[in-house]
DNA sequence: GCAAGACTGAAACGGTATTTCAGTCAATTT
DNA sequence: AAATTGACTGAAATACCGTTTCAGTCTTGC
């Protein structure tokens, strides 16, 4: 293997058991079994290797969402699978658990700018799937990045938000039916 | 104007102006013209002192809510009224302002705890319109708690955080249109 | 010519001396 | 006697400062 995908290896390692702050350079370079200096080479700041991690990250996870889709299946049926693997990898993705954890507690910056960033790429995601149903005409034309930011904002509400005030959490049952009465039906032709 | 009202309304003051931590009750004392033993008695604490001054405004909230209405107007347009106006109130009322900022930066525990007290409040209001609603055979039945959720939720994402990160805010229309679309029409009869 | 790790200075941390403040209570006023 | 006051207390927060940590550099060595 070559030494960048090594020190990557490494920093995604320290990042998922330390955190952003946590992870010094020097701990990066050892897991590597590199000199600090060779990190270096390959980035520029800790920054950097910090946003080629969930970069990486961000792809995965787009790749989970998509093997999600049934062929053959409805709109509505796919957009919420596809949604679902993203709010289930978000909470079971070790790396993505502990961003959230630590820009809650911490407070460090560039965990909290990164989080934005998956954000606005979860939402480019979601907005990009629907202006696909419109050109399918299986969809009326819309405002994408609006219905998609109701959707995904509605999608965190219902599944994680509800969680924070109330003892058992929404059946997946009632959130489809929720949703299909509410956002979906008004999107259909 | 009695002691208990004095107390109450330099504490308003106190609050508005330097937030909960910041403000003493030495500072309350000063500004009601009283000893700090007085307000013990009409207190037990200091949190009880804030508990009493967030809920007159929680009151006062409704109030100018309930005010918004007009009558003989549809469901949706009163409850687009409604929503709105506790928005309005949220980000025009000084202490609530103040309190959303000592929430952001400072992480004040009973500041934190208030205003999850304040969203259910909000939360309660909304679903009991509802509730109202189907009463009159305005509405269809349905989980008037969840469905309350998912509007404040969407007037939420939509009038204050899509302002994060988009320049320019929503129109007023964009969000009637959507929301009449949407989860509006799924609860007319 | 490339990798390594000792080096640097700015920032974070920890320990402690000092201050602040919620809540009490004995003295004072009404 | 009942109500009011503000000096007082100690627990907790804050300010201070010496020490350590660490991102990024740069000379050394292979």
Chains 1, 2 share one sequence.
Not at 14 to 41: H, L, R
Not at 44 to 67: C, N, P, Q, Y
Not at 116 to 139: F, H, M, N
């Amino acid at each position: 293997m070559n030494r960048r995908e090594e020190i990557m290896l490494a920093a995604e390692k320290s990042f998922t058991m330390f955190g952003y702050k946590a992870t010094t350079m020097d701990q990066v370079a050892k897991i590597a079994n590199v000199g600090k200096g060779t990190i270096y080479t390959f980035f520029a700041t800790k920054e950097e290797l910090f946003h080629s991690i969930v970069w990486k990250m961000v792809e995965e996870m787009k790749d989970v969402s998509e093997r999600s889709v049934v062929v053959g299946a409805s709109f509505q049926e796919n957009a919420h699978a596809r949604i679902m693997q993203v709010l289930k990898f978000r909470e079971t993705h070790q790396l993505f658990i502990k961003l959230i954890q630590e820009e809650k507690e911490l407070r460090t910056p560039a965990v909290g700018e990164v989080l934005k960033t998956i954000e606005q790429e979860i939402l480019k995601y979601i907005a990009s799937k629907i202006d696909r149903g419109v050109a399918k005409g299986e969809l009326k034309p819309c405002n994408s990045e609006l219905i998609a930011y109701l959707l995904y904002k509605s999608y965190l509400a219902l599944v994680v938000d509800w969680n924070r005030t109330h003892d058992e959490q929404l059946t997946e049952e009632q959130i489809t039916d929720v949703l299909n009465d509410t956002i979906f039906s008004s999107l259909l032709v």
